[in-house]
């Protein structure tokens, strides 16, 4: 059974970090895309950031609103994802997701979400 668990949500500061992770089970993560998007009532969906399979080279993709501030990253020998949020802002208080595929071609599996709030 393929299941992403995400992980790592919680109450910051701005300007203050935090890493979510993204347990994979029941597929090699390597193999796959996987991506980060986060919804909020006012915005929607909004797609954060992708790592490609390893065989074409991992490359990571990210959305202009969190480049330089977030990294995707992935740990194959875990089989899991991560998203290294730096830099926090109140806007960017949401509950955010992994997923199984690219934004524009849809995703086949979600997690069941991490709510990060950026409050002081």
């Known amino acids: 059974e393929v299941q992403l668990v995400e992980s790592g949500g919680g109450l910051v500061q701005p300007g203050g970090s935090l890493r979510l992770s993204c347990a994979a089970s029941?597929?090699?993560?390597?193999?796959?895309?996987v991506s980060w998007v986060r919804q909020t009532p006012g915005k929607g969906l909004e797609w954060l950031s992708t790592?490609?399979?390893?065989?074409?080279?991992?490359?990571?993709y990210n959305a202009d609103s969190v480049k330089g501030r977030f990294t995707i990253s992935r740990d194959n020998a875990k089989n899991t994802l991560y998203l290294q949020l730096n830099g926090l802002k109140t806007e960017d208080t949401a509950l955010y997701y992994c997923?199984?595929?690219?934004?524009?071609?849809?995703?086949?599996?979600w997690g069941q979400g991490t709510q990060v709030t950026v409050s002081s």
């Open positions: 997923a199984r595929g690219f934004f524009a071609s849809g995703f086949d599996y």
């Open positions: 029941g597929f090699p993560a390597s193999i796959y895309p």
């Open positions: 790592i490609d399979i390893e065989t074409l080279g991992g490359h990571t």
